[in-house]
């Protein structure tokens, strides 16, 4: 989980306090959260921008993640424009972005 801008010192006060509880939860919850499991590093990709086959395994991975929720919060609050986030892609969130713009549910 990176910040699509890459470093906290570009955020806002209130993003990057939520930014870091994001990160205590995801820490204190270790292997479990995908992300962070050094088993699915190799497939999965959950920094790229691309809609490669790894982005898309990153996101089924993200599914099971005792963490998805909070991730989803955050990743949707703070529009975060790169990467997988909560099992989405960064174009399921930019095509989530666009139909709220339009005024329909997702």
């Not at 801008?5 to 870091?20: C, F, I, L």
Request: glycine letters at 8%.
């Amino acid at each position: 989980m990176t910040p699509a801008r890459g470093s906290t010192s570009q955020m806002g006060a209130d993003q990057e306090r939520e930014y870091w509880r994001l990160l205590r939860a995801v820490d204190a919850l270790g292997n479990r959260i995908p992300c962070r499991n050094p088993e699915y590093t190799a497939d999965a990709d959950w920094l790229s921008d691309d809609g490669t086959v790894a982005q898309q395994t990153a996101a089924v991975l993200c599914i099971g993640c005792p963490a998805l929720f909070m991730c989803r919060k955050y990743s949707r609050t703070w529009a975060e424009a790169g990467g997988t986030w909560a099992a989405e892609t960064s174009l399921d969130r930019r095509n989530l972005r666009a139909l709220r713009r339009r005024g329909k549910p997702p």
